[in-house]
Structure formats: C-alpha cells, structure tokens
C-alpha cells in the first residue's frame, strides 16, 4: 500500500510540473512569489518577475531554449577565467560588474 502511494504521489507531482495552468496557480502563491507564468520553456518557467530588469520574454525564452541545447557541453576552466576577466575588464568598477551580471541571469 505504501509503495501505492509513493508511485502516486510521484506520478501527482510529475504532472503538476508539467502543466502549465498549475505552474501559474505555484507561481503567484505567496511561498514562491514569481508572479504570473509568461512561458513554459523545456519544463523552466519563466515568470513575471524574469521580465522586471527590462529583459524581453523572447530574451528569456531564447536563453533558456541555449541553456537547454548546451546543456551537455563543457567547457574548459581556462577558457572560461580568459571570457569572465574580459568581461570584467569592460566595466569600470566592481558594482558595475556585479549589476551587469545579475541583468543577464548570472
């Protein structure tokens, strides 16, 4: 009976997961606080709240649908420090960094 209600309960929360309509209901309640779901990309949501720093829902859904295509891929630790300290090298002060990063989900 118990293994019953594990399988259930899996199966319950795998579709409400996937579903839209309830992902919306999860979005707005007060726990998670994300506001309305805008869109629904390789089972992410994208919330209201994704589009308050002047990012485009096309913006989101694009990043996410890259996120998603390179998600086997690695990359060398190397080639990483070298981008990240040339980004870093573009804006003048720490907090400028630090703003240019969270405005592009990083």
Partial sequence: M????CIGGALASELVVRCAVCR???GRCRLAG???????VHQRGIYEDDLENGTSKE???AA?????LSRNESVPKAMVDR???LIKAQLV?????QSALRSNWL
């Fill in 93 to 97: 002060d720490e907090k400028g960094f």
């Fill in 64 to 68: 996410q649908n890259v996120r998603w």
């Fill in 2 to 5: 118990m293994a019953l209600a």
């Fill in 59 to 61: 913006q989101l859904i």
């Fill in 34 to 40: 994300h506001g309305h779901l805008v869109a629904l």
């Fill in 24 to 26: 919306d209901i999860l």
């Fill in 83 to 85: 981008d990240y300290d």
